[in-house]
């Protein structure tokens, strides 16, 4: 069974559109996360919830907005795809005892979005 | 804020051999994890390797080894007897031990792409 799922897988779209990426875990987690690989594959981290409540906003535009419906999800939308974010993006999740995060996460697939 | 450098953007390495990887990193922490992820063409993230500042042994997981340098600020990975499935992308990383807005933040480096030849 996979432990972090992604999907879709890759994603080519037109400008200006509106695109969601969903991301799921089956590892019990309680914290996942969004990051961005650059094509310089440069990983920078976009967002990341606990228990459902937003931790780690960066600063993105905030034409990207993640969604939690619960623990076991974390869906990223983006409203009027811009050409600069063409990129791939994980998913990644962990469990945080006491608070504090665990130290090893586990990464989805990454979905590869290109905006034409 | 924390900061991960990688020197190396490119290595190659013969199979068999062994081959070092550098990272250094700047922090006023004193408690934090150092990790080592692997990106091979699949494009997978995949943890190679992990180290916990306040443990003074250096870290191993079969043919991949640190050597970790608190003072210095240095975490380097050594593979070896190298393997051509050990091309790949590596990133190291850096993780405060912290609650809030710091929760398992992980800044990466900027990567070594390292290639195996036979």
């Known amino acids: 069974d996979t432990a972090v799922s992604q999907t879709p897988k890759y994603l080519v779209t037109q400008m200006g559109n509106d695109k969601s990426i969903k991301c799921e875990q089956n590892?019990?987690?309680?914290?996942m996360y969004w990051y961005k690989q650059d094509s310089k594959k440069f990983l920078k981290i976009m967002f990341s919830?606990?228990?459902?409540?937003?931790?780690i906003n960066e600063t993105v535009p905030n034409r990207f907005s993640p969604k939690s419906p619960d623990k076991a999800h974390l869906n990223l939308h983006i409203n009027s795809l811009e050409l600069g974010d063409s990129a791939v993006y994980f998913c990644a999740s962990s469990q945080a005892t006491s608070g504090r995060a665990s130290d090893e996460q586990f990464f989805g697939p990454g979905t590869r979005l290109t905006v034409l | 804020a924390q900061t991960v450098t990688q020197s190396q953007p490119e290595m190659s390495v013969q199979e068999a051999e062994t081959v070092t990887l550098s990272c250094t990193y700047d922090t006023s922490e004193n408690n934090y994890y150092l990790f080592w992820y692997k990106q091979p063409p699949s494009r997978q993230m995949i943890l190679v390797i992990r180290?916990?500042?306040?443990?003074?042994q250096n870290a191993t997981e079969n043919r991949f080894s640190v050597n970790f340098q608190k003072a210095a600020k240095s975490f380097s990975l050594k593979i070896s007897d190298s393997q051509l499935g050990d091309t790949a992308m590596y990133f190291c990383?850096?993780?405060?031990?912290?609650?809030?807005?710091?929760?398992?933040?992980?800044?990466f480096g900027r990567g070594t792409q390292l290639t195996v030849w036979p």
């Open positions: 919830y606990n228990n459902k409540e937003l931790i």
């Open positions: 990383a850096f993780m405060r031990i912290g609650r809030g807005s710091t929760l398992g933040r992980l800044y």
């Open positions: 590892l019990g987690h309680d914290t």
């Open positions: 180290q916990e500042a306040y443990k003074q």
